[in-house]
């Protein structure tokens, strides 16, 4: 991990993040009342672009790959779920999208937006 006073808290956080982003994807879709225009595809790189920013903020650059990889098989593991349940459906697509957004994320990272939770504890967080 990052040398952060509260990284085990940012830990906590990720894991949170990743409880919401597996139930929103395996629970039953919620239709809205509303018309709204979003892309499913668009939810899905959102999604997996958040969790790798949120992770490295976390881990030291030198844990993206293997961070990447995790959340890659992810993607792939709830599309194989997805398969199983008879109110939701797999799209390789969707993977696909997931994808791009842990490649963009990471490439954030690298740009310098990896810092962000040292940041937010240097700059918002100090005593």
Do not use: C, S
Not at 24 to 38: G, Q, W, Y
Not at 100 to 114: D, K, N, T, Y
Request: net charge positive.
């Amino acid at each position: 991990m990052r040398p952060l006073r509260f990284g085990y808290w940012w830990l906590a956080g990720g894991i949170l993040l990743l409880a919401y982003v597996l139930y929103a994807t395996l629970a039953p879709a919620v239709r809205p009342t509303a018309i709204i225009l979003f892309n499913d595809k668009f939810a899905h790189f959102l999604a997996f672009a958040a969790l790798m920013a949120w992770f490295t903020g976390v881990f030291n650059p030198r844990l993206f790959p293997l961070v990447a990889i995790l959340l890659a098989a992810l993607g792939v593991g709830i599309e194989f779920l997805q398969a199983q349940l008879t109110y939701r459906t797999a799209e390789v697509a969707d993977a696909l999208f997931d994808f791009a957004g842990i490649v963009v994320a990471w490439i954030m990272a690298l740009a310098g937006l990896g810092r962000w939770a040292e940041l937010v504890e240097a700059r918002i967080l100090r005593r």
